[in-house]
């Protein structure tokens, strides 16, 4: 029996928007995909390939900049994912989402995460890890 392993990080990142913007009841349903780039590609430095939101559509800022800003509308950045060549990442910031609970929860779903401060990096390298990354994001939401 052949197993495919998906860790192309774009399809990593597809898979993950998928599972995040995907749910219209529950605790996902507050949860949105926004301002994606179609055409991110992985990079070395990294390449944002969409936003994260929760209670909205309109976003804030760049979440690796230090800036977590509530705009015009109820929506407000949660977080972004990343394309690097070796894995895609959920960058969050303290605040929208309990950083605490989504560090932890990424740590029980055996998931790579680097705090630095009040912002998380969560490491997602296979398509099946895209379900243990969306229970930290559900974790955060409290």
Known sequence: MVEDRVTDPRRVAQLLASELSGRETGRLARVSVVDADEDAEP????????GVAVDGERVGDDVRAGRNERVEGDGVRAGEVVLYPEAATLVVRDGVLDLDRVVAAARDGELAVDREGEAATVRVETGASTKRAVDAVVAGLG
Not at 43 to 50: F, I, K, L, R
């Open 43 to 50: 990079s070395p430095d990294g390449t944002v390939a969409y």
